[in-house]
C-alpha cells in the first residue's frame, strides 16, 4: 500500500483543486445574467441551416483522424520499450528499431500521397 501513498495524495490533491476551483468561481464570479449568456455558444457566427440527416463530412477528416490515430499507437508502444530499455538489451533495440522504420515507411508514404495537406 506504501507504493501506492503518492499516487492517492496527488489524487486527492488534485480533486480538491478542482472542487475548490469550481466553488469559489461561484461565489466570486460575475452574476449578470442576459439572454446572450443563456444561448449555445457558436463563436459570433449565426449557425447556418444544416440538413435533416447531418452534413457530410469531408473523407480528408476521416483520413487525419486514422493518421492520428496510427502515430499516437505508436507513441503508446514506445513508453513500456523506453522503461525496460535496460533489460531488452540488443534485441530490443533492433525491434524498436523495425517498428519505428515501418512507421517511417507509412508516414512517407502518406507525405508522397499528399495525405497530411488539408485542402
Partial sequence: MNV?????VLGIL???FAAFSIVIATFTGPKRYNRAKYDAYECGIEPTPQPMGGG??????YL????F???DIEIVFLYPWAVA???LALFGLIEM???????????AYVWRR?????D
Fill in 114 to 118: 499528399r495525405g497530411l495537406e488539408w
Fill in 14 to 16: 488534485a480533486f480538491g
Fill in 4 to 8: 501506492y501513498t503518492p499516487i492517492l
Fill in 85 to 87: 530499455f535496460d533489460s
Fill in 97 to 107: 528499431l523495425l517498428f519505428s522504420l515501418t512507421l517511417a515507411i507509412v508516414y
Fill in 56 to 61: 457530410r463530412f469531408p473523407v480528408k477528416y
Fill in 64 to 67: 487525419t483522424a486514422m493518421l
Fill in 69 to 71: 490515430i496510427i502515430f
